[in-house]
């Protein structure tokens, strides 16, 4: 019986040692080797495996295959810095994306889940499809609502925080919830995250958050703040939300204050008073009319903030971003003639303050009684007639230069557009 035994074990032992994975036999026909039978031949069978590590070394092993483009996909990844962006599917957050991209970075898009919903829309200043298309990431979240915001900027080296309701005739209330309280759920989750490769928080604010001038004094970022409007005091109340956390929690924050943002997919401000001008027959100014007309190009806002979140000197600080047009109302009256071959007149001199009452009363008559919309809106008709001058020598010290310096110049582009979209 012992006798018995013995041998079973002899011919389980030879049955293991013939045992050969399906990759080894692989291996064995490219070698041309066949497969050890009984022990005799144990001694070419080491020479086989000879052969065989010395092929390995020469070539990928088949038990190693990922060479593949996903796995060169990661390590590409892992080297790209993560910029996250607020408000992606607006007019300006779209832009950011696109920059972004064309930048080397790696995009994380967010905003609300309706915003991802459906075609876009360019009327409406909501691009869904261009973001999708361009983006790595897609992040469906609501400021207003901490708990969709988890994980959205846990490992983020740069967030470009855009995201804000941008509109006169909007309650209190909704501007409080969504520019202050949701900056606030934003730092709230970068320090829940506890982040540390962040960089750099981006603020996007506003250049209305300054006092109406006085004089002809030009404004930089030394100037008196005094929000004239509820919109502009809420982003006001967004940089000292997000300016407290940098300083407390020491969370890298710089705040940029674009002055009026234009170019192709804007259709808040530009476009109506485009449609405006189009429709008239003549167009015509006060010659005394004469006061700025501050303006500077989507893509260099978004070139400017990722240039600044990139600056060790910039974090902590605040930045006017302004074009080098210096257009007064009147040079954009007659560019408005000339787009659309209208005879343009400059009117006899008229009292600034006697139109600017008008304007105020007109645009009471049409939002608060009458509830019909227009261009007119009554909060933002108290700024009609004020010089605003801007000044970027803080910006162009840190070696910025903008793309798209003149106004009259890039407007011509972005009116093709309007028309080759049929909105103009």
Known sequence: MEEQEKKGRKKRTVKEKKTVTKEEKEIGKELKVEEPKDEPVRQESVK???????????????????????EERRK???????????????????????????????????????????????????????????????????LTQPETLRGVFSDADYILH?????????????????????????????????????????????????????????????????????????KFLEEKTAMQYYKKFKIPVTIIRPTAVYGPRESYMFLSSLRNFKRLKFLAIPSNFNFSFPTVHAVDVCRAALHLAQLPQAEGEDYIINDDSNMTAIDVMRFAA??????????????????????????FLLEKILKVRSGLEFEFSFMFGYDMKYSTRKLKSTGFEFRYPKFDEEMRETVKWYEQMGLL
């Open 162 to 234: 855009i995201a804000a309701i941008l509109k006169y005739d909007i309650p209190w209330e909704t501007l409080y919830k969504v520019n202050v309280e949701g900056t606030k759920n934003i730092f709230e989750e970068i320090l829940r995250s506890e982040n540390s490769s962040l960089k750099r928080v981006v603020v996007w604010s506003t250049n209305g958050i300054y006092a109406l001038p006085e004089d002809d004094g030009v404004i930089s970022e030394e100037s008196l703040v005094a929000p004239p409007t509820k919109y502009a005091l809420s």
């Open 338 to 363: 000339e787009l659309f071959d209208k005879p343009f007149y400059l009117l006899p001199p008229m009292p600034v303050e006697l139109v600017r009452g008008g304007i105020i009363g007109l645009s």
């Open 48 to 70: 086989s495996e000879e052969l065989r590590q010395e092929k390995e070394k020469k070539e990928p092993s088949i038990f190693e295959l990922p060479s593949s483009k996903e």
């Open 76 to 142: 590409v990844e892992k080297k790209q810095k993560l910029v996250v962006i607020t408000g992606a599917c607006g007019f300006i957050g779209s832009w950011a994306v696109e920059i972004a991209k064309s930048m080397g970075f790696r995009v994380r898009a967010c905003d609300l889940p309706s915003a991802f919903k459906g075609k876009d829309e360019f009327g409406k200043s909501r691009f869904p499809e261009i973001v999708k298309k361009t983006a790595d990431e897609i992040a469906e979240c609501d």
